[in-house]
């Protein structure tokens, strides 16, 4: 006989639990903003009344919360006492890594503009991130430049995502034929120091909004890599790239623009590199037939409702089609991280 939390297969119950997942994400929230799997971590079994004065909550919230948790699998009551389950232990320790570092993200800066999911599709853009995040810029990466907390939010998460995919990437990707990499959108420079520290003959210059690119260089500093890798202020879509790269890697930055952005994008980077130049594109990815993986359709949500209103994930082979169009010629494809997958091609000669 099945458990009677087990997933159920009945419909009814499936489609139930689709519009409960708001409730279900927030007893996860409140809980790990509590601090609750910490401490349960540290100290497992206690009762409701110990959780709720730890926690500093009445006893009739802390009961609701404990109710919540336990019947999505999260809590585990024996008797009177509470424990993580595997689900929640994960979150009981490094809380600013993966995978606590997407709870946050989801709740300060995603949750409530995500109720504007349906206006931005009929508006076509990111009418949630207009009406939920502060300021007047059209993305969402200009808005966080308002708001330090939410900003670290952003850079925890993305941080966290481009460590664990850059970490098989620097095991993977083979950089020995190139000498100076241009790195567009590069953020905080996980990329590019993790390449540079990997490949010793490596150049760097990283191009990314102003705002970035203070906090890159003093990063970079602080890992004694400033003779090799710098960030430059600069706006993609407004200036030419810089010459002299011998390849333009793009790095969780196109799946947030539309196709007509990327394919200029990708344009920009042909016209600044000679023959034989490389390319690599790291993207999550959607599959080549387009029926997911889920965490393509949910980051394609968040593009066209939060982060820019235009992007959203797109398959490799309209990526190899676009470089194709462009002037490279596609050299392959690697799977890496949380699904992404690095696009490979070559500048084919004029
Ligand atoms: C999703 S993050 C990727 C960061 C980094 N490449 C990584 O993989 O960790 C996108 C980056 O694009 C930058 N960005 C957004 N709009 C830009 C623009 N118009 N020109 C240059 N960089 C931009 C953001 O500041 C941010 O650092």
Same mark, same amino acid.
């Given at each position: 006989?099945?458990?009677?939390?087990?997933?159920?297969?009945? =419909?009814?119950?499936?489609?139930?639990?689709?519009?409960?997942?708001?409730?279900?994400?927030?007893?996860?929230?409140?809980?790990?903003?509590?601090?609750?799997?910490?401490?349960?971590?540290?100290?497992?079994?206690? *009762?409701?009344?110990?959780?709720?004065?730890?926690?500093?909550?009445?006893?009739?919230?802390?009961?609701?919360?404990?109710?919540?948790?336990?019947?999505?699998?999260?809590?585990?009551?024996?008797?009177?006492?509470?424990?993580?389950?595997?689900?929640?232990?994960?979150?009981?320790?490094?809380?600013?890594?993966?995978?606590?570092?997407?709870?946050?993200?989801?709740?300060?800066?995603?949750?409530? =503009?995500?109720?504007?999911?349906?206006?931005?599709?009929?508006?076509?853009?990111?009418?949630?991130?207009?009406?939920?995040?502060?300021?007047?810029?059209?993305?969402?990466?200009?808005?966080?430049?308002?708001?330090?907390?939410?900003?670290?939010?952003?850079?925890?998460?993305?941080?966290?995502?481009?460590?664990?995919?850059?970490?098989?990437?620097?095991?993977?990707?083979?950089?020995?034929?190139?000498?100076?990499?241009?790195?567009?959108?590069?953020?905080?420079?996980?990329? @590019? *120091?993790?390449?540079?520290?990997?490949? =010793?003959?490596?150049?760097?210059?990283?191009?990314?909004?102003?705002?970035?690119?203070?906090?890159?260089?003093?990063?970079?500093?602080?890992?004694?890599?400033?003779?090799?890798?710098?960030?430059?202020?600069?706006?993609? +879509?407004?200036?030419?790239?810089?010459?002299?790269?011998?390849?333009?890697?793009?790095?969780?930055?196109?799946? %947030?623009?539309?196709?007509?952005?990327?394919?200029?994008?990708?344009?920009?980077? @042909?016209? @600044?590199?000679?023959?034989?130049?490389?390319? %690599?594109?790291?993207?999550?990815?959607?599959?080549?037939?387009?029926?997911?993986?889920?965490?393509?359709?949910?980051?394609?949500?968040? +593009?066209?409702?939060?982060?820019?209103?235009?992007?959203?994930?797109? *398959?490799?082979?309209?990526?190899?089609?676009?470089?194709?169009?462009?002037?490279?010629?596609?050299?392959?494809?690697?799977?890496?991280?949380?699904?992404?997958?690095?696009?490979?091609?070559?500048?084919?000669?004029?």
């Amino acid at each position: 006989m099945s458990s009677p939390n087990a997933p159920s297969t009945d =419909p009814a119950a499936q489609l139930r639990s689709l519009y409960y997942a708001h409730y279900n994400f927030q007893f996860l929230s409140a809980a790990f903003e509590f601090g609750l799997f910490a401490l349960l971590g540290a100290e497992p079994g206690l *009762t409701r009344v110990e959780i709720a004065g730890r926690l500093g909550l009445r006893e009739q919230p802390a009961r609701i919360l404990l109710l919540g948790c336990t019947s999505i699998g999260l809590l585990r009551k024996d008797g009177e006492r509470y424990y993580n389950t595997e689900v929640s232990a994960p979150l009981a320790t490094n809380l600013e890594d993966l995978p606590g570092v997407f709870v946050p993200w989801e709740q300060h800066v995603n949750y409530r =503009p995500m109720a504007w999911f349906a206006e931005s599709l009929r508006e076509d853009t990111n009418v949630g991130m207009r009406r939920e995040i502060a300021g007047d810029s059209d993305t969402l990466y200009g808005r966080l430049a308002g708001d330090p907390k939410l900003e670290q939010v952003f850079h925890n998460m993305m941080g966290s995502v481009s460590r664990l995919c850059g970490a098989e990437l620097v095991d993977q990707l083979d950089l020995s034929g190139y000498t100076h990499m241009l790195d567009v959108g590069g953020g905080t420079a996980v990329n @590019a *120091t993790n390449f540079a520290r990997r490949w =010793p003959h490596l150049q760097v210059t990283i191009v990314d909004l102003p705002t970035i690119v203070e906090a890159a260089n003093e990063k970079i500093a602080g890992m004694g890599l400033s003779d090799r890798v710098r960030a430059v202020g600069l706006d993609a +879509f407004n200036d030419e790239f810089p010459k002299g790269c011998d390849c333009v890697f793009f790095g969780h930055f196109l799946e %947030i623009w539309s196709i007509e952005r990327n394919k200029d994008l990708l344009a920009k980077a @042909a016209r @600044a590199v000679e023959p034989e130049a490389g390319v %690599i594109v790291v993207t999550p990815v959607q599959d080549d037939d387009e029926t997911g993986p889920d965490i393509a359709a949910a980051l394609s949500a968040y +593009f066209q409702t939060v982060a820019s209103g235009e992007g959203m994930v797109y *398959t490799c082979k309209e990526y190899e089609e676009w470089f194709a169009e462009v002037g490279f010629e596609p050299t392959g494809r690697l799977y890496v991280g949380l699904g992404d997958v690095a696009i490979t091609g070559t500048r084919r000669p004029t």
